[in-house]
């Protein structure tokens, strides 16, 4: 399976083509070998670009999105791409979109879709929220715009619970390493304690992975959205300045309020204080939008020495520095650094954020951290101010969008009942027409405004109820779509158990890094709930995916970025037009490593055209045409013999590369070995063999399928080449260049000689004769007979 592409107006890129030609020609050599290969395509369609010109032309998304498809399609059919178009999806269309809601219906059934207030990343321009994600340099990812903060009301999905599994799972699949590190981090398990101090009446649980450092802890820090603040603020004298500090932080989207190089900013609770668990001291308590609430418990405990941020905190608002690790021998410049540090020596701006032995920690001094780490927590622990904690960067999935090309969320408000869900039996819901796409100024849907179509009976008390007008974000239907590829045309399930069990998982998935943490990261979250829930047969196992590769992109020529204001973008549909498919094809696969981004290089295509050219020259001289028949060359003149012999030789060669090239996706190699065999084809233009010629088609094929197709056409050959056999090499034909030629004398072995595989019986002979050993024997002897058995053994009888 290649990534489903978005179909845009712009048609197919380059790039998209990559991925497609290199799955398809593994597509196609499993088929040869005779596997039973589903190889699919369908349309990722929903989403802001279509949406987009819909709002500024008026035209309904669902033409210009079929218009897109059809362009596309042919595209992708001028390439030779086998798809199974019997299997064509398209998100878009509500017989699939059926299935994506009744998805969010299973997960709002189990409570894993919710609704909450949430702080979204809102870009002004689009009018839309954005997923963390889709927030790049803290600009919209679509249009650039510098993205804001607004509270919504949003449909949430619950991915953290399955946070553990998404990361454990992991071990089950083959994926690139730097794909299953980047998951990873994305989820971002860790473990530490929560600790709890306390701060007069109140309990301000910190989450902290040292608990070994709570002895340097010289003051709390509040994220400025804790519940805490509101409920205290009667204790806290300066309260005004509190909440100047909240408003200015609700506008800074969280990479400022992270980002390491940018100044820390606080304010202190002034008028109430914190103790330290573990000694009894006051400490001071700030509120600093370093800290986040949805991480963690919203607080922390900070330890200037030790930290770096706190370091930096603590260095602008004059805050003690009480340092309590000292590093171990082994880290020499570690140990100045903080011995100058806890001097407080002027020039120093580091923490030591090492491991070491315990100082200034009262009864643990001594310890080395890893081991204080258990003891004070299992201190504090007896006490009951400390529990083992586990917490994820993972947040939950922001799953709704103010728009209206996605699939609508199948939910029903009633002013009695609350959230109802849409009784199954009513999916779809189809998007209703509407006058306008785009969304209100306050950043509504347009459904909104579709009264007719808002205004409905609850499904549960029949009162009046309004339906839910937020649409599903861009990942939702690409979420199961593997699943539907097995069974796309079921109007009575997602798919049925049977055919999920034949096919799923899908063995291979070609797509690109970009995805790693979005639609990865979802699509195997998605996939897990239906198989908890028992839609996918437990057979296939937790993992959609058994193996993922990703290709590069290709870039402009240079190695600048294709790009329409670059004035470098290259169509597809001109070089087929100019060269056709194939050249394109190998071109695109001989450009360089699959996995690699790579410049695009036009003079490149040239070298294809070349190959092909020089192979329809060869073929032509291997095929020969008589009156009404034509037919390939049966056998060979005697006098071609060792030339159709080293032919053979080295195409069993060809054969091995290409065969493990593909299946590693090393396409260039295996175009170039293929170049190579065509060289040597060249010296010897008449001495291809018939079976040679036809294993040779087979192995081009892949890569120049209409190519082959034609040549093997020509050549008279029986059915199509893409389905003959895909040939097999001789191990023994590679390995035996040289051999081992046994010396026997009446015999008996008296001697070996290492040579050439198709040395002949009497240089072989004159060889023999010349040995030291031999001479013995044959030393004034006669020779009465010589055996010589070709690339084993000579025998002299004397
Ligand atoms: C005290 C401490 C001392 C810490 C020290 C670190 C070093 P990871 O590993 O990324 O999970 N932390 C906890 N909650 C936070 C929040 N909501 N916002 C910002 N920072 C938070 O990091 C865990 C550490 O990040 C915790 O351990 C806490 O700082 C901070 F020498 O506690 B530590
Ligand atoms: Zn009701």
């Given at each position: 399976?290649?990534?489903?592409?978005y179909?845009?107006?712009?048609?197919?890129?380059i790039?998209?083509?990559r991925?497609?030609?290199?799955?398809?020609i593994v597509?196609r050599k499993k088929?040869m070998?005779?596997?039973?290969v589903?190889?699919p395509?369908?349309?990722d369609?929903f989403?802001l670009?279509?949406?987009?010109y819909?709002?500024?032309?008026?035209?309904h998304p669902a033409?210009?999105?079929k218009?897109?498809?059809?362009n596309f399609k042919?595209?992708?059919?001028n390439l030779?791409?086998s798809?199974d178009?019997s299997?064509?999806?398209?998100?878009?269309?509500?017989?699939?979109y059926?299935?994506?809601q009744?998805?969010f219906l299973?997960?709002?059934?189990?409570?894993?879709?919710y609704?909450?207030?949430?702080?979204?990343?809102w870009c002004?321009?689009?009018?839309?929220?954005?997923a963390n994600e889709e927030?790049?340099d803290?600009?919209?990812?679509r249009?650039?715009a510098e993205?804001t903060?607004?509270?919504k009301e949003?449909?949430?999905?619950k991915?953290t619970k399955?946070?553990e599994?998404?990361?454990?799972?992991?071990?089950?699949?083959?994926?690139?390493?730097r794909v299953k590190?980047s998951q990873?981090e994305?989820?971002?398990?860790s473990?530490g304690?929560?600790?709890?101090f306390?701060?007069g009446?109140?309990?301000?649980?910190?989450f902290t992975?040292?608990?070994?450092?709570?002895?340097?802890c010289?003051y709390l820090v509040?994220a400025?959205?804790?519940?805490?603040?509101?409920k205290?603020?009667?204790?806290?004298?300066?309260?005004k300045?509190?909440?100047?500090?909240?408003?200015?932080?609700?506008?800074k989207v969280?990479?400022e309020r992270?980002?390491?190089?940018?100044?820390?900013?606080?304010?202190?609770?002034?008028g109430i204080?914190?103790?330290?668990?573990?000694n009894g001291?006051e400490?001071?308590?700030f509120?600093a939008?370093?800290v986040?609430?949805h991480?963690?418990?919203?607080?922390?405990m900070a330890v200037?020495?030790?930290?770096?941020?706190?370091?930096?905190f603590?260095?602008r608002y004059?805050l003690a520095?009480i340092?309590?690790?000292?590093?171990?021998e082994?880290?020499?410049?570690?140990?100045e650094n903080s011995s100058?540090?806890i001097e407080?020596?002027?020039g120093?701006?580091q923490?030591?954020?090492?491991?070491?032995i315990?100082?200034n920690?009262?009864?643990f001094t001594g310890?080395k951290?890893?081991r204080?780490?258990?003891?004070?927590t299992?201190r504090?622990s007896k006490r009951?101010?400390a529990k083992?904690?586990v917490?994820y960067k993972?947040r939950?999935?922001v799953?709704?969008?103010?728009?209206?090309w996605?699939?609508p969320?199948p939910m029903v408000?009633?002013k009695?009942c609350?959230?109802?869900?849409?009784?199954?039996?009513d999916?779809p819901?189809?998007?209703?027409?509407v006058k306008?796409?785009k969304?209100?100024?306050?950043?509504?849907s347009?459904?909104?405004?579709?009264e007719?179509?808002?205004n409905?009976k609850?499904?549960?008390?029949g009162?009046?109820a309004?339906?839910?007008?937020?649409?599903?974000?861009n990942?939702?239907g690409?979420?199961w779509?593997?699943l539907?590829y097995c069974?796309?045309?079921?109007?009575?399930k997602?798919?049925?158990?049977e055919l999920?069990k034949?096919?799923?998982p899908v063995?291979?998935?070609?797509g690109?890094?970009?995805?790693t943490t979005l639609h990865?990261?979802?699509s195997?979250?998605?996939y897990?709930f239906l198989?908890d829930?028992?839609v996918v047969p437990?057979?296939?196992g937790p993992?959609?995916?058994?193996?993922?590769?990703s290709?590069?992109?290709?870039?402009?020529?240079g190695g600048?970025k294709?790009s329409k204001?670059k004035?470098n973008i290259?169509n597809p549909?001109?070089i087929?037009?100019?060269y056709?498919?194939d050249?394109?094809?190998?071109?695109e696969m001989f450009?360089?490593?699959f996995?690699?981004?790579?410049?695009w290089n036009t003079k490149g295509?040239?070298?294809?055209?070349?190959f092909?050219?020089?192979?329809?020259?060869l073929?032509?001289?291997?095929i020969v045409?008589q009156?009404?028949?034509i037919?390939?060359?049966?056998?060979?003149?005697?006098?071609?013999k060792?030339?159709?012999?080293?032919?053979?030789?080295i195409l069993?060669k060809t054969?091995?590369?290409?065969s493990?090239n593909?299946d590693s996706?090393?396409?260039n190699t295996?175009?170039?070995?293929?170049?190579?065999f065509?060289n040597?084809?060249?010296?010897?233009?008449d001495s291809?063999?018939k079976?040679?010629?036809?294993?040779?088609?087979k192995?081009?094929?892949?890569f120049?399928?209409?190519?082959s197709?034609e040549v093997?056409?020509?050549?008279?050959?029986?059915?199509?080449?893409s389905?003959a056999?895909?040939?097999?090499?001789?191990q023994k034909?590679?390995?035996?260049?040289?051999?081992?030629l046994?010396?026997q004398?009446?015999?008996r072995?008296?001697?070996k000689?290492e040579?050439?595989t198709?040395i002949a019986?009497?240089e072989?002979e004159?060889?023999?004769l010349?040995?030291?050993?031999i001479?013995?024997w044959?030393?004034?002897?006669?020779i009465k007979?010589t055996?010589?058995?070709?690339g084993?053994?000579?025998?002299?009888?004397v």
């Open positions: 399976m290649v990534e489903f592409p179909p845009s107006g712009k048609g197919l890129h790039g998209h083509c991925s497609y030609i290199g799955l398809d597509a088929r070998e005779g596997f039973n589903l190889f395509m369908g349309w369609a989403g670009p279509t949406e987009n819909a709002v500024k032309t008026g035209i033409i210009v999105t218009k897109n498809t059809v042919r595209q992708q059919k030779g791409l798809f178009w299997r064509e999806i398209n998100t878009t269309d509500p017989d699939y059926k299935w994506t009744w998805i299973q997960l709002f059934k189990k409570g894993l879709a609704k909450s207030k949430m702080p979204i990343n002004p321009s689009c009018k839309i929220g954005l927030v790049v803290g600009k919209c990812e249009c650039g993205v903060k607004k509270e949003q449909w949430m999905l991915i399955y946070a599994r998404l990361i454990d799972d992991l071990s089950y699949v083959d994926y690139p390493r590190i990873k994305w989820i971002g398990k473990e304690i929560e600790i709890e306390k701060a009446e109140n309990k301000i649980p910190v992975t040292r608990p070994d450092t709570l002895f340097g010289s509040m400025p959205e804790h519940p805490l603040i509101e205290i603020k009667n204790q806290i004298v300066n309260y300045f509190i909440e100047e500090y909240i408003e200015k932080s609700k506008k969280e990479r992270i980002s390491e190089d940018k100044e820390k900013t606080g304010v202190e609770l002034k204080k914190a103790i330290n668990p573990v001291r400490i001071p308590i509120i939008d370093y986040l609430m991480y963690g418990t919203g607080a922390i200037p020495a030790h930290d770096q941020r706190d370091f930096d603590a260095k004059n520095v340092k309590v690790i000292k590093p171990t082994t880290t020499e410049t570690a140990t100058q540090l407080g020596k002027a120093v701006s923490a030591y954020e090492g491991e070491g315990l100082i920690s009262g009864r310890i951290s890893e204080a780490r258990e003891k004070i299992e504090l009951g101010l083992r904690g917490y993972l939950d999935w799953f709704s969008r103010q728009r209206y996605g699939e969320i408000k009633c009695k609350g959230w109802v869900p849409v009784p199954e039996k999916l819901i189809k998007l209703p027409k306008e796409y969304p209100t100024e306050e950043g509504e347009p459904l909104t405004k579709v007719n179509w808002v409905v609850c499904p549960k008390c009162g009046p309004k339906r839910e007008t937020d649409v599903m974000p990942w939702a690409s979420n779509y593997y539907r069974d796309p045309q079921n109007d009575k997602l798919a049925s158990p999920l034949y096919w799923m063995d291979w998935y070609n690109g890094m970009e995805h990865l990261l979802y195997r979250f998605i897990k198989w829930i028992g437990k057979l296939v993992e959609p995916y058994r193996k993922r590769t290709h590069g992109v290709i870039l402009g020529e600048i294709m204001s004035g290259i549909d001109e087929v037009r100019e056709g498919a050249i394109l094809r190998l071109y450009l360089g490593p996995k690699q981004a790579i410049p295509l040239k070298g294809a055209k070349k092909l050219e020089k192979v329809w020259k073929a032509d001289k291997t045409f009156k009404n028949r037919h390939c060359r049966e056998s060979l003149g005697e006098e071609k060792k030339e159709s012999q080293d032919l053979k030789r069993q054969i091995k590369k290409v493990e593909i996706l090393k396409f295996a175009v170039s070995s293929l170049m190579e065509s040597d084809w060249a010296r010897n233009e291809l063999k079976e040679d010629f036809k294993n040779f088609l192995i081009l094929s892949p120049a399928p209409h190519f197709e093997w056409i020509r050549a008279g050959f029986k059915s199509i080449c389905k056999k895909w040939p097999k090499y001789e034909l590679i390995e035996r260049e040289t051999i081992i046994i010396v004398i009446n015999g072995i008296r001697d000689i040579t050439r198709d019986k009497e072989a004159k060889i023999g010349s040995l030291e050993k001479k013995k044959t030393d004034g002897k006669k007979r055996i010589f058995v070709p084993r053994l000579i025998n002299f009888v």
